[in-house]
């Protein structure tokens, strides 16, 4: 279904022919005194150099064609040569019934859909969430989500943290506990225990304290690094230990993440393409690409015209050793031979910059990847505190991603208990919900590279731009559908009409642009774009609500027009919210 601004582009074009004009002087644009006018075009003013002529001559002489224009109600040209535009209400009910019916509201799917791979969460095993992960997240979950509504076909991969020196230090705190295991003993042949000897919190544990102590102990850090090459060799009692390392990490990753209804179709690490690195490192030899430098194998990735300083990329580090980048590249390699995907996006926070520049050159340059394959980086923001640093806990600690989730649905809770009549159980369910809702808005709202402070108590209102708000709105329009049902209305049966009121027919636009917000979101990677719509579209549907007696009009008509009206918004918030990644509950 074509966009609201090219069909009035379209409207205004013949009529700027129609007076002799170039059509492409016709482009309409949203309104910037929406309290003079919807919509305007500034294409006479453009014209005058070109045609010698006045302004306002032009627009007059266009407005002159658009009288009796199916499209504008009113094209009025103002000094000094603008046309103000008005949009006719029969037409506008006629898009209405184009998008109520088309699958997806209307929005363009792609001709072609794209295949994408997409690497969010940002997940290290053995290490707790902490609240900058809800970042990568949420922003790649609805990334994702809002692709595949765009049609295209979207693999998500957690590539969890799974190689470095973190895997060293694990291992050696587990040594250190239990020397005696089977894993550290390099002459054992026979098989390894089917069920991991440690449980998460024991990692949790382990890890930090580990990493603690190798940065005053030498001798320890040696150790660690020792552990992380046997690893990285594949080793075998390291690599089973690895191995059950994750499993227990993933586990209890999933956990979190299907508590932020994030979910991923492969749970791959960094280790994932161990067996391929020797194979990357070859072809980056052989290519005549990486040379070795002060003993390290790197890629030059610098540019002519490179302002800032550009690093090579180091491929291996002088001990053989493979680090970030390694894994990276070799992923790239791997995700082109299983997938074949034309987009790859990443999403890390914003100090991984330079670093994701130096491995898309590296990539490009050494062709693991076609020209064509688009590789995007989406570096995000901090969530920050009210003082406008880092979050953390009330004792200046890191907040656990899980304590921020209790914290948000524990307020929640209060917040649906104060003046409702809803059974405790209810209640709870309800409150996660909305809670869920209120981190999830709370963040995409925000453009991603920007740093946000999170505010609980504005997270969680149910006024203003927020996630309660935007579920309030849509349960306000489900409990009017119900009362519609319960008194016999039949909502399916209910027909579209034109806007009766200034407010009907605000909410009518905002609806008609849905297709053109959701391509630009989808082209853009911007969750934000589908926050500000929804919540324009709240806010236009509230407007309405106030000053509109639905139910209890007489003129059937006019009711069911408002019945289908509000039968359709509802449907594209809901489509919205679950792009955005949260669900409505039935009353709130
Ligand atoms: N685990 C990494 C971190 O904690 C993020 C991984 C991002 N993805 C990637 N392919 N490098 O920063």
Redesign the pocket.
């Known amino acids: 279904m074509k966009k609201l601004l090219d069909l009035l582009t379209e409207e205004m074009g013949q009529a700027f022919a129609a007076a002799g004009y170039d059509a492409a002087l016709g482009k309409v644009g949203i309104s910037n005194r929406p309290d003079l006018c919807e919509f305007q075009c500034n294409g006479a003013m453009a014209g005058a150099k070109q045609y010698h002529k006045a302004p306002i001559m032009i627009a007059n002489e266009v407005a002159a064609k658009l009288e009796g224009s199916k499209v504008f109600a009113e094209a009025a040209a103002v000094a000094p040569g603008f046309l103000n535009l008005k949009l006719d209400k029969e037409f506008l009910k006629d898009i209405l019934e184009t998008m109520a019916k088309e699958p997806k509201f209307g929005m363009e799917i792609a001709a072609k859909p794209k295949k994408i791979v997409i690497?969010y969460g940002?997940?290290?095993v053995a290490k707790p969430l902490h609240v900058g992960h809800l970042r990568s997240a949420v922003i790649g979950e609805s990334v994702k989500r809002i692709n595949r509504y765009a049609g295209h076909e979207v693999i998500g991969d957690a590539?969890l943290?799974d190689w470095g020196l973190q895997m060293g230090l694990v291992i050696v705190g587990l040594k250190e506990r239990y020397p005696d295991w089977v894993y550290f003993d390099e002459s054992y042949t026979g098989d390894y225990p089917e069920v991991a000897p440690f449980t998460i919190a024991e990692l949790e544990e382990i890890y930090p304290a580990s990493s603690i102590r190798s940065k005053s102990d030498a001798e320890y850090k040696a150790k660690a690094m020792e552990a992380t090459f046997k690893f990285q060799q594949g080793v075998r009692g390291y690599w089973a230990l690895g191995e059950k390392i994750r499993e227990v990490s993933i586990k209890d990753l999933k956990k979190n993440y299907t508590a932020l209804n994030v979910e991923f179709e492969l749970w791959n690490g960094e280790s994932t393409i161990k067996d391929l690195i020797p194979e990357m490192v070859q072809y980056m030899k052989d290519g005549g690409y990486a040379y070795v430098s002060d003993g390290a194998l790197v890629v030059d990735v610098k540019e002519e015209t490179d302002t800032k300083e550009m690093p090579p990329c180091m491929i291996l580090k002088s001990d053989g050793a493979s680090l970030?980048n390694t894994t990276?590249l070799a992923?790239i390699m791997d995700r082109v031979r299983n997938f074949d995907p034309d987009q790859i996006i990443?999403l890390?926070d914003k100090r991984?910059d330079l670093y994701f520049q130096q491995v898309f050159r590296c990539a490009r340059k050494t062709k693991l990847v076609k020209p064509e394959v688009d590789l995007k980086w989406i570096g995000f923001g901090t969530v920050n505190g009210a003082d406008g640093k880092p979050f953390k806990t009330r004792d200046g600690g890191v907040m656990r991603l899980e304590h921020l989730i209790r914290d948000t649905q524990e307020e929640m809770y209060r917040k649906i208990r104060e003046g409702r009549e809803m059974s405790e159980e209810e209640a709870r369910k309800v409150a996660n919900q909305v809670a869920l809702a209120a981190l999830i808005y709370g963040d995409l709202s925000n453009q991603a590279s920007k740093d946000y402070i999170f505010d609980m108590e504005k997270f969680t209102s149910f006024e203003g731009d927020t996630g309660p708000y935007i579920l309030y709105t849509i349960v306000r329009i489900k409990s009017i559908l119900a009362k519609f049902a319960e008194q016999g209305g039949v909502v399916a049966n209910a027909k579209l009409q034109a806007a009766q009121s200034d407010a009907e027919k605000a909410l009518v636009m905002q609806l008609v642009q849905f297709n053109a917000m959701m391509e630009g979101a989808a082209t853009e990677l911007a969750p934000h774009r589908v926050c500000a719509y929804v919540y324009e579209l709240a806010n236009d549907f509230n407007r309405f609500y106030h000053e509109t007696k639905i139910l209890t009009e007489e003129d059937e008509t006019k009711k069911a027009g408002w019945i289908a009206l509000l039968e359709l918004t509802k449907n594209v918030m809901l489509d919205c919210i679950s792009v955005l990644g949260f669900e409505a509950p039935e009353k709130m």
């Open positions: 690497d940002g997940a290290n590539h943290g970030y990276d992923t990443y890390t991984q």
